[in-house]
């Protein structure tokens, strides 16, 4: 079994700036695709950003491009989401999951593909 844990939500004005974090533990780390995903109140979840194994591939939803980085340190089993230049529609409960892949280089953006979810953190961002 898998743990995934964020952290890092908070309150932001607009156009600031906040880190969310997100640990997994369990297994090796390094096995797993990681992504990030959002749900604002009365919608659906959507995707905002994914990282293959080794970190070289990354994949943005179009609304936090240039905005939004996804990183991650697979021998520290955490990888991060670098929020910048926050606007209030980013408002939403931000979810880490994690997604078991043979593929080094593979981006998972549907979110019924992941297997593991952590409990998500809450960003509000105020205008």
């Known amino acids: 079994q898998v743990q995934v844990v964020e952290s890092g939500g908070g309150l932001v004005q607009a156009g600031g700036s906040l880190r969310l974090s997100c640990a997994a533990s369990g297994r090796t780390f390094s096995a797993y695709a990681m992504g990030w995903f959002r749900q604002a109140p009365g919608k659906e979840r959507e995707f905002v950003a994914a990282?293959?194994?080794?970190?070289?591939?990354?994949y943005y939803a179009d609304s936090v491009k240039g905005r939004f980085t996804i990183s991650r340190d697979n021998a520290k089993n955490t990888v991060i989401l670098q929020m910048n230049v926050l606007k209030p529609e980013d408002s939403a409960v931000y979810y880490c999951a994690a997604k078991t892949t043979a593929l080094q280089s593979r981006v998972v953006v549907t979110p019924t593909t992941y297997d593991y979810w952590g409990q998500g953190t809450q960003v509000t961002v105020s205008s």
């Open positions: 990282i293959s194994r080794s970190g070289g591939s990354t």
